[in-house]
């Protein structure tokens, strides 16, 4: 089992920047993949970033240039820097685990973080 615990998420103007934080805990060491997703009211959850163990990421692009995902191998924990933060991306960010314990693979959530962008 892995668990997932985010951090981060708040109310911010457009414009400003935001950085987010999910620490993996358990059997975080079969973790092959992590990534942040978001999901807006009355919308489906879609992929913002992703991060594989060997650091390659990939973005959405209504986020590319704006914000980086990290990771951090000591702690555990990705990151999400959000810059130029717009009110479209607000939603409630989710990080998400992608295991691969022999042939089968697990997925794995947090609880999410709610990100509000307004003046």
């Known amino acids: 089992q892995v668990q997932l615990v985010e951090s981060g998420g708040g109310l911010v103007q457009p414009g400003g920047s935001l950085r987010l934080s999910c620490a993996a805990s358990g059997n975080h060491f079969s973790i092959a993949a992590l990534g942040w997703y978001r999901q807006a009211p009355g919308q489906q959850r879609e992929l913002v970033a992703g991060i594989t163990r060997g650091g390659d990421t990939n973005y959405a692009d209504s986020v590319k240039g704006r914000f980086t995902i990290s990771r951090d191998n000591a702690k555990n924990t990705i990151y999400l820097q959000m810059n130029s933060l717009k009110p479209e991306d607000t939603g409630v960010y989710y990080c998400?685990?992608?295991?691969?314990?022999?042939?089968?693979?697990?997925?794995?959530w947090g609880q999410g973080t709610q990100v509000t962008v307004s003046s």
């Open positions: 998400n685990g992608v295991a691969i314990i022999g042939l089968t693979r697990y997925e794995y």
